[in-house]
Each structure stands twice: as C-alpha cells, then as structure tokens.
C-alpha cells in the first residue's frame, strides 16, 4: 500500500512536471516566468494563443489517450488471461480505423459520431479475431495471428479507400500513422465522455475484475456471472479504444505494453491497479508525444510512430524471452 | 527417418519431371490465356477482333499503344512478380517449417519497402531540379538492390531473434509481424518527416500496385527473376531435406547452416527485388505453395515448379480483377491480394494445431 | 439443504461424459466420491456446483432445479473448489480469502465488518492467519492448498465442493487438509463432497463414500458397504485385501492388478 502510493506520488509529480514542460516547449519556446505572467493575464496574446489553444488541448488529449489505452489494455488482458490481447494486436484499433476512414471517405460523417462509428468497427473486428480465434479455448498466440488477418483485412481496404479519396489521401494517411498533431479543444470536448465514463465505470467496479483474473469455475462458483462481467468488461475497453482512435488514430503498442509495466511495479490484484495502469499510460503518452514534436524539430513525427519504436523492441524482447 | 508425409526423392531430376509434361502444357494455356486476358480487358476495352489486327499489323496507333506499351508489360510483369513472391513463399515455409510463413508476414517486405522509401525520398532530396518521374527512373534500376539490403537485414534480424531460442511456428510468425510493425511505423515517420511531395505516389507503391509499370520495370526486374530462378535449382536437393529435423539433417551430412543461410538469402532476394520494383505485396506467397502442395503432395521439385506456374497465374488474375473490378478505378494488387489471402490465412490458422 | 441429481446426463462438446446419474448428497456428512481416472468425478462436481449444465436432467438444490438459482444465491449455498486452482500474480493471502465473501458484498459496497471478521475467522481456522500478507505465489504447495480452503470456507456455503483437494500433496499436508474438512463438518455440520484418490483415506474420513465407472454410479453407502474386495477388483481392477480397523473404518491392501482371466472367474462365481 505504502510503496504504491509512493510510485503514485511519483507518478503524479513526473506528470505535472512534464505537462508544464510540453506547455512551454515548441515553435514559441516559452520560459516559466512567461507561464506565470500568463496565469496572471499579463501574456502576450500570441503566448496566450499557444499554450490555451493549443498545448493545454493537446496535452489533455495526450493524457486521456494514454489512459484510455493503457486501462484498455489492462482490461482485455486481464479479463482473457491473455498477455498478448492488447486493443492494437486483436485488430480492434484496426477495425475502428477502417470504418472511420470508410465514413469520413466516403459520407464525410459528422466528427461527433465518429467514437460511435470506430465502437461499431472495433467492436466487430473484435468479435470476428476472438471468434476466428476460438479453439474451444482462447490461446495468446492464435489471438494474436487472427488479428494480424483481421488487421491486414481492414488496413487493405482503408489502403484502397484511401487510394480512391483521392486529395484527402496525404492526410488520412497521416492520421493512420496515429498522432496528435493539430488536435485542439474540438478533440477534446468529442471524445472526452467517451474516455472517462468507461474508465471511472471500470475503477468501480474493481472487485470484478479482480474475480476475472481468477480461474473462471473459482469466480462462478463464487458467485460471478463471469460471461457477462466479462463481455462488459470487453465492451468498456473497446469503447476506449474506439474513442481515442477516433481522434487521436492508431497509436499502437500503448495498450500492449504499459499493464506489463505496471504489473511488475504493482500487484495486479491491488484495488487501485487499474487507476494505477492509467495514469502510468498518460505519463508515459504524454512523454511520447512530447518526443513526437521535439525529436525531429521542427517537423514532427506521427505519435504512432514513436510509440511503436518505443514498444515493438519491447514486445520483441518479450517474446524471445518466452512469454509465460 | 523421415516424418509423415515426406519422401525423400533422390530419383533423377528429369525423371519426376518427365510425368508433368501433360500438367506443364496445361498451365501453359492456361498462362496463354490469361495473358489475352488481362490484354483485351480493361478500362478501354478492346475486341478480339483488334487484337487479332494487331498481329496482322493493320491496328491503329492507340490500340497498339495500350497493348504494347500498357498491357503487355504489366501482365508480364504481374507473372513474374508472382513467381517471385510465390517461390519467396515456398522456400519460407520449407524452411521455417511453418505452413503461415510468407515474406510479408515475417517482415522482410517491411525491411525491403524500408530501404526502398528511404531510396525514393532520398533521390528525390538529393537530385533536385529534376522531375519527379525522372527521379525515379533514374533509381528504379537501384531499387531491387537498395530493397534486397532492407529486407536481408529483416531477414538477419528474424533469424538472429530466433536462433537463441528455438521458437515454436506460431512465435517465430509472431516476431515476424512485430518486426514488420516497427518496420512500417518507420516508413511511416520517414514519409511523415520528409515525404511531402512524394506521399501519393509512395502510399500507392506501399499498397503493391502494377499500376504504371512498362517494359523498364521489366528489364530492371528480369536478371533477379533469372538468378533467383537458377538458385532455386540449386536449391531443390536440400530444401527437401531441410524439412526434415535439425538432428536429422545433420546426420544425414548436409552443412545444415550453411544452406539455411543460402535458402534465406535466395528467399530474401526474391521478395525484396520484387518489393523494389511494385511494392509490397503480402499473402501470394503464403497461398501459391499451399495450392502446390495440394497439387503435389511430396516432391520437392515439383512443388517448386508448380509455385512458378500458379504464382505467375494467381499473380496476373489478381492484377486483372484489380483493374475490372471497379472500372474506371483501379485496385492495387495488393489489396486484392490481400482480400484473397487473409480467409485464406485464417483457414490455415484454424487447422494449425 | 438438499442436494440431488435427477438422470443428469453431462458431457462436452461431443463426447457424453456421465450418463443417467441419479444421486443424493446425504446432509451434513463427508461425502467421497471414488473412480478411476476419467470416471466423471470432477465432472459431476462441476455439476453439482451450477458450472456445467447437465445435457438431460437436473441438479436439485432445495427442491429448486439450479438453473433457477442465481448465481449469486447458489455462492451463498454451495463453495466449489477446482482442482489444482492457479493463483493470480501478485494476489495476497487475505485477498484471496477476502474473494471468498464476493457474494455477500453489493455491486459497490466493499468488505463490511463482518466480513473482515469471517476472513480472519478462514484464516485461523485454515492455520494460513500468519500469512495473511504474503504472496499466495511465495507459498508451498500444501499452504496454497489451504488458503484456498479458506477461500471456500469464507464464503460460508452450507455446502462445500472439492476436487481432489490432496493431489500434489505429501503425506502429511494431505492428512491435514482432510481433518481439516471433518473438524469443520463436525463443528459447523458442513455438507462435504470431494472427489478422492487415496481408498483408505476416503474410507477413513467420510462418511459415506459414492463409487463411480465410466460415468455410472457403482455403488454408494457407507465406507464399510462399499469398499469391499469385489468393488476394487471391478471398478479398479486391482486384487486387494480389505480388513477392519479398530474403529470399524475399512483398509485396503493391494496385492496385485487383476487381469481379464480372473475377472472372468469372479464373474463367474457370481453368477454361481
């Protein structure tokens, strides 16, 4: 208890100590004294303009992605028992992607559906790896592989949408590379409540998940209608994922990556591991994004990018190591 | 001993050659009739009677142009891209073991479209002043070159991740699709970084498109085509052994490492001369050779021969039914391919045990 | 609280796995069920426990079939314990126990009071009250075992389900587990049923014993009535000597297997 809350407050001190970093860096390099004016009113307007329109928006989108894929994560992993079934590799963040695409290619839908619309998407390419998957029990690996054939499937469709919309293609492609670049508060006020209500919903109801993690006959015979829990649990993680593809795009490896970490740092079993595992994601987003605008200044990297060089070492790492 | 299913065959050559000579006729009509095909269908279409015309030299120039300066080349160049994915396929899954091998799911096309990208970007900043399309044609001919560093190094990487441990199938293919992962999130920052003007055309390339190519896209790829077909010869006598295992192999005398190794490097220069010159394109290589050992269930040889023949046919259907399907667009190849392969990697998936 | 089975049929997939099993739990007493491998003991377990519903027939609880149970209801009745459960990473002792008071608690209620004092009350019982902030993971074999019981018995169920609880077990950790069970069926008169290997051990700590072959019930009564030479030789196939023990209990020594000739003789004879 002591030490996670250690690992909290240090969690929460690198955060803010990184957000007010990634307000001041950037085309206008800002100074803390600059900050304070501005929290004064005493800014200049361009300054004001900057870190109000568009660092705070894009720094708040940062940490709701990186907590929405990092709880997502922790999620379907927990409650499949699988360490591989992560948003990205189960082709539910391809799925989403695809049927945005499809919508904003072809019907140029309203932006406030598209959360809607990518939930849809996931939720169907979810189901079709998990089904595709099924051997009479779900093994890490198969998932694994049939969401590569379901991810495929949708990348090559939205490769040839995109090929067909034609002036639009330079920039879908880019918003496939996942990224948060030129997102401001529009961004933030279409997806937040369909981050955060999930994932509060999810904190909630912590003692269930717990039960999730144990053999499935144990948690029944104690009483817990394991099926449906679990598809709930499912359907909050997609709904994430939907949401932060939405307007953020792929960003893989987050989901995959960061439960692991936060595993080793603290038991999955603890009631706060889940809050835990989402603000370890923000942090490290957050950090991400920053190396996304700073690493090849002044231009920019997709966030996706960076985090599939940040991760798929990793995840390399994992699997020659033997994943238990 | 060796495993179910496998016969060693040490008969000479000639000999399991001699009974396909009915079938090798066969999928030479069958090629010969494709080939008409992909000629007369299309966005402008033509009539048989223009193309008879055309051989008895009475055709207009506009027909001409479209059959030997569109068509023509393109179908040839399809059928020998299929042969180069199809062969890459085969030799892969002989080798790994592992009926889900293919060069795009393991990563070498990642690795090979790499290097590619970085070529075309980097001609383009160094050789400004000229046209784009003179830019790439004066890389083109190092295109197959620069792609094979790519995906040898993927290739490299795949073998050394899985060298220390011994990986089951499954793991081995899991590592492969990471790799192509990391490999495409980097073509992808290389063109977010310094692909503006190219980005188009690049995304086009990416999805494996026929789309454009002609008769110097032929020559570039053909001495690849020639070679890797010669090393394929070489190869038949230990890839039939390499099937069997590592204990086995060694026992039997074969320099088990040595003509891994090669098999790799001919499998690899395969692929990625072909990814230079159209593009990556994924999941040929995994169905051609599953249809050949159907056809074929045991001989190595054979097996090898019908990979050419059906990965030459599948390769120009595609292309054709990429062109028709949604006239007057057209589906890159690689996304038809893609949509054919993908139930059919699932389908493989299932049985896999 | 009764419990019986009415011709249950029970299986997976495509393979029947108990067929037309009728049977009641007697009430208050330590039930063994014995069975070669594969005879459909941990199967009729899981039915009895609401995991798997029989194909054809019923499972009764209180006279109310158990598909009309909740499954919360039926935690507060009937504890089922797996066979060789695996502990999640990272779960602690007391929050393993603490799982087995779920039922009790709401939707968003955590532990009460009392249930605090039922985990406590687990864990002593248990003997684990000195591990409670362990690892599960960091513990033996045998205290694994028991932190399960404890989970079991937390959650304070009339009835209590075990599936070879002494399996991969010594000796001693074995006796322990099962005085265990018969101290709590005494004291609490809890209802057990466990599913046994060890034929002296089943003799000497139930009381009444439930044989099983290829998914059809052998025999059932008391140990005394059921382990008799003529059952071990048919539903085992071993030759075996059964002598009384001073506390009436039955004691199996095995001598040898039986091979097809003489089950022939013994069937024969029967038929004489």
Request: charge should be neutral.
């Amino acid at each position: 208890m002591l030490l996670s809350l250690r690992y909290c407050l240090l969690i929460v001190a690198l955060l803010v100590l990184l957000f007010v970093a990634a307000l001041l860096v950037g085309h206008q390099t800002l100074t803390v004294p600059d900050l304070w004016l501005l929290v004064q009113g005493q800014a200049t307007p361009l300054q004001k303009i900057v870190v109000w329109e568009l660092r705070i928006p894009r720094n708040l989108l940062a940490l709701l992605v990186g907590a929405a894929l990092a709880t997502a994560g922790a999620i379907m992993q927990g409650v499949t028992r699988n360490p591989l079934a992560s948003p990205g590799l189960t082709g539910v963040v391809a799925g989403a992607s695809f049927v945005i695409v499809l919508l904003v290619s072809v019907w140029s839908v309203d932006a406030h559906w598209l959360p809607a619309a990518g939930f849809v998407g996931g939720i169907g390419a979810g189901c079709l790896t998990f089904y595709l998957a099924w051997q009479g029990r779900l093994l890490p690996l198969r998932i694994v592989l049939a969401g590569v054939a379901v991810t495929a499937l949708c990348a090559a469709i939205s490769t040839a949408l995109l090929l067909f919309s034609g002036a639009e293609a330079g920039d879908l492609f880019f918003w496939l590379a996942g990224g948060l670049s030129g997102r401001g508060w529009l961004q933030v006020e279409q997806s937040w409540y369909w981050i955060v209500f999930p994932m509060l919903l999810s904190f909630a109801l912590v003692q269930r998940f717990n039960l999730l993690l144990l053999d499935d006959d144990i948690a029944r015979s104690l009483g817990l209608a394991v099926g449906r829990w679990r598809l709930l649990f499912l359907l909050l993680a997609v709904l994430m994922t939907a949401a932060v593809v939405s307007v953020a795009g792929p960003v893989g490896f987050v989901g995959l990556v960061i439960p692991h970490i936060s595993k080793r740092l603290l038991s999955q079993q603890h009631p706060f591991w889940l809050p835990f595992t989402a603000l370890l994601g923000a942090l490290i987003l957050l950090c991400a994004d920053l190396l996304a605008r700073l690493s090849a200044f002044p231009q920019e990297i997709p966030l996706g990018v960076i985090t599939a060089l940040l991760g798929g070492p990793w995840l390399l790492l994992l699997i020659r190591r033997g994943l238990n | 001993m060796p495993g179910p299913g496998i016969v060693l065959n040490e008969a000479p050559w000639y000999r399991s050659l001699s009974c396909l000579v009915g079938p090798v006729l066969l999928f030479l009509m069958l090629l010969l009739g494709c080939l008409l095909l992909s000629i007369t269908l299309g966005a402008s279409e033509l009539s048989w009677q223009q193309i008879v015309n055309l051989f008895t030299a009475q055709e207009s120039g506009h027909v001409e142009r479209v059959v030997w300066q569109l068509r023509l080349p393109r179908a040839l160049l399809a059928a020998m891209v299929g042969i180069h994915f199809a062969l890459a396929g085969f030799i892969l899954q002989t080798l790994t073991r592992n009926p889900l091998a293919d060069a795009g799911i393991l990563g070498i096309s990642a690795g090979a479209s790499f290097t590619a990208v970085l070529a075309i970007l980097g001609a383009s900043l160094f050789v400004s002043g000229l046209e784009s399309h003179r830019q790439s044609q004066m890389i083109l001919g190092y295109l197959p070159l620069l792609a094979m560093a790519g995906g040898v190094t993927a290739a490299g990487l795949i073998y050394w991740l899985s060298g220390a441990a011994r990986l089951t199938p499954l793991r081995l293919i899991l590592t492969g699709v990471v790799l192509a992962t990391i490999l495409n999130a980097l073509v992808t920052g290389v063109l977010a970084l310094w692909g503006h003007s190219q980005t188009e055309m690049i995304v086009e390339w990416l999805a494996g498109s026929l789309h454009g190519r002609d008769w110097q896209h032929l020559a570039v790829l053909w001495p690849w085509t020639l070679s890797g077909l010669t090393a394929c010869i070489l190869l038949q006598r230990p890839l039939n052994l390499l099937r069997l295992e590592d204990d086995q192999v060694l026992s039997i005398g074969l320099n088990l490492r040595l003509w891994r190794l090669f098999a790799l490097i001919v499998a690899t220069l395969l692929a990625a001369s072909a990814v230079g010159v159209v593009g990556p394109i994924g999941f040929m290589g995994l169905v051609v050779p599953h249809i050949c050992r159907r056809l074929s269930p045991h001989d190595v040889q054979q097996q090898m021969l019908l990979c050419v023949a059906v990965g030459a046919l599948l390769m120009m259907l595609a292309d054709l039914l990429g062109r028709i399907i949604i006239v007057p667009y057209e589906l890159p190849v690689g996304v038809v391919c893609a949509m054919i392969g993908v139930p059919f990697f699932l389908y493989l998936l299932r049985r896999q045990p | 609280m009764s419990l019986v089975t009415q011709h249950i049929q029970m299986g997976y997939a495509d393979s029947i796995v108990i067929d037309d099993l009728s049977v009641k739990i007697p009430q208050q007493q330590i039930t063994a069920l014995i069975g070669p491998n594969g005879c459909g003991k941990s199967t009729l377990l899981r039915g009895l426990a609401g995991l798997l519903a029989p194909q054809r027939g019923q499972v009764v609880l209180q006279n109310k079939a158990l598909p009309s149970w909740s499954r919360q209801a039926l935690a507060l009745q009937v504890a089922m314990l797996p066979q060789k459960p695996v502990a999640p990473d990272g779960a602690l002792v007391r929050q393993l126990v603490n799982y087995g008071r779920f039922p009790y608690q709401g939707l968003l209620r955590s532990a009460s009071r009392e249930d605090l004092e039922v985990v406590e009350w687990a864990m002593k019982r248990t003997g684990i009250a000195h591990y409670a902030d362990k690892p599960v993971q960091a513990l033996s074999g045998g205290e694994q075992q028991r932190v399960w019981i404890a989970m079991a018995i937390a959650q304070q169920a009339q009835i209590l389900l075990l599936d070879e609880p002494t399996t991969y077990l010594d000796w001693g950790h074995q006796l322990e587990i099962l005085e265990l069970l018969s101290q709590l069926n005494r004291e609490q008169g809890l209802t057990v049923v466990m599913s046994l290997h060890d034929l002296n051990q089943a003799a000497q700590y139930s009381d009444y014993v439930i044989a099983m072959e290829q998914g059809q019930l052998i025999a059932q009564g008391t140990p005394v009535q059921v382990i008799t030479p003529q059952l071990l030789s048919r539903v085992f196939k071993v030759r075996a000597q059964v002598v009384p023990q001073d506390n009436g209990k039955p004691y199996c020594i095995a001598q040898g297997t039986v091979s097809a000739a003489d089950l022939a003789v013994a069937s024969e004879k029967e038929v004489a």
